[in-house]
């Protein structure tokens, strides 16, 4: 390979690698066939990372629950977490069954979510994300909820709708 060759193949950057692996060069090669290039030595592209919204403290959750537009609040912990206590209005979705169970969140709704720690939210705000959905956690799940002494709710104890009399 020249120098001449070499070093435009360095400007073009990896397009110009791509299309310089199939020149000739020097104008003798000129007759053989070009190497084909496969997909499989392609680069893959880079995932795009996710951003992340900053958690959202449970007294400020709260807030937001109980405001004119409260968010939907999605529980990932598994069901006996569940039925030991949630946040008041949570819907139990555990993390390990969220991939097949996203149409029953609302897309048009901001989601809250956590679980215990925060490890299993992680997981869920990632894939939420990846899905299209506006989510954002409660900064320290449910350790600092219970910590900060709000309210919880026992099954049984879900809110009623006026059409339930």
Not at 6 to 11: G, I, L, N, P, T
Not at 38 to 58: D, H, K
Not at 89 to 114: M, N
Not at 118 to 142: H, K, M, N, P
């Amino acid at each position: 390979m020249n120098t001449r060759f070499r070093s435009a193949r360095a400007a073009l950057g990896l397009a110009g690698v791509l299309m310089a692996a199939a020149m000739p060069a020097s104008a003798t090669e000129a007759a053989a066939p070009a190497p084909a290039l496969e997909a499989s030595s392609m680069p893959a592209a880079a995932p795009v990372p996710l951003v992340r919204q900053a958690p959202l403290a449970p007294v400020d959750a709260l807030a937001v629950i109980e405001g004119a537009s409260p968010p939907q609040v999605l529980d990932v912990r598994s069901a006996d977490e569940f039925a030991a206590g949630h946040v008041p209005g949570a819907v139990l979705i555990p993390h390990d069954e969220l991939a097949v169970r996203l149409a029953e969140l609302d897309k048009a709704r901001p989601v809250l979510v956590y679980c215990r720690s925060g490890r299993r939210s992680t997981i869920a705000e990632d894939l939420l994300a990846a899905e299209g959905f506006q989510v954002r956690q409660i900064d320290g799940s449910w350790l600092r909820w219970q910590e900060e002494k709000l309210p919880v709710q026992m099954p049984g104890s879900e809110p009623e709708t006026e059409d339930a009399e």
